[in-house]
């Protein structure tokens, strides 16, 4: 019944829902640009739903991110957004609802013709040092995390895979003032770690 139940729900709710959603990165220097469409559609008794046997309930397929994938874009019915990552795992929850995960798509859609700033693991560090950047709730959670400014944006978000769990951190700013704003803090934190390579090496000489 509760499958059910969630089921219609989802179908009076957001059925025939369609948005695209764009994305901007940059990986080694070279920056990225996508725009995938998300549709909000089950097949009606068709849909394939499964029982979930370590958290309880049930969860069934949805149209989701329209892009080629191994993983399934799936809904719990404890009101959850997930995927099975490869096409055969266990449930795994992205987002704690679909409310949620919209906000999120609205952020990344919004920011993507902002600029945005390679991150690695020191630099991410540093984006704490930057002042004014409020968490939103709406589009947050346990394994991801929004945090605007007028105009610096980042989103701190775990990776999927369990082998090698790690955090990742994105960045954007706009306007001359979010472009100074992270650079200063960048350059601060790289001449902080150049200082430290310094010393060290001057203890061990």
Known sequence: MDLIIRCEGFEQKFGGLRYAVRRSWV???DGYETARVWEYDHLGLQTAAWQD???GGWY???TGERVSKPCRDLIHTDGSAGTDVNGGSPYLPVAPSIPHLIESHALTDAVATWKP????SLTASAIELLDGLVEVPEASWGSS???LSDTV???DYDSWDHKNPRRRTLVWSREEAGHRQVQAVLNGWQ?????DAVTLGGTTS
Do not use: K
């Open 153 to 155: 944006a980042v989103m």
């Open 60 to 62: 069934f397929e949805w």
């Open 117 to 120: 700033w390679p991150m690695d």
């Open 145 to 147: 995390r929004w945090r």
């Open 191 to 195: 001449h902080h770690d150049q200082s």
């Open 53 to 55: 046997l370590g958290r």
């Open 27 to 29: 990986v080694n220097g």
